[in-house]
């Protein structure tokens, strides 16, 4: 009994992997009637913007990149936080710990966060003055 309900499930599990392959093996390829195109930007880099524009452009990827660490690692501090300050109640140096990683992951949010819009605005400031010349 054991035997032939392992055998229906390989073979279920099989007929599921293979049904596909073999229905969209029937179409013909998509035919090309252009070659692919070549990306033209590099981090939303286009060939009209200045090096300054660009260079900006890449940082703002690179601190949003940041930034999402940066919330992972504060939402990690938090809750490990919230969990030294429930376990150790009575415990008065486990209780400022707990509030001291509070506070820095607090910090480091709006530190995060502060670089990213500064960032972003510098982008504006700069990509506004030299669209203008």
């Known amino acids: ?73 504060a939402a990690i501090f938090i809750a490990t936080a919230g969990f030294i300050y429930l376990t150790k109640g009575s415990d008065n140096d486990a209780r400022k710990k707990a509030n001291s990683m509070l506070i820095f992951a607090a910090f480091g949010l709006v530190i995060a966060f502060l670089s990213w819009v500064i960032t972003a605005f510098l982008v504006e400031i700069i990509r506004r003055g030299t669209q203008a010349i």
């Open 1 to 73: 009994m054991n035997l032939s309900i392992s055998r229906l499930v390989n073979l279920l599990i099989i007929t599921l992997l293979l049904v596909p392959y073999f229905s969209f093996g029937q179409f013909p390829p998509p035919e090309q009637s252009q070659p692919p195109s070549i990306p033209t930007s590099f981090f939303g880099c286009t060939q009209q913007d200045s090096l300054r524009v660009c260079i900006l452009k890449i940082l703002q990827k690179v601190l949003e990149v940041i930034l999402v660490v940066a919330l992972a690692l």
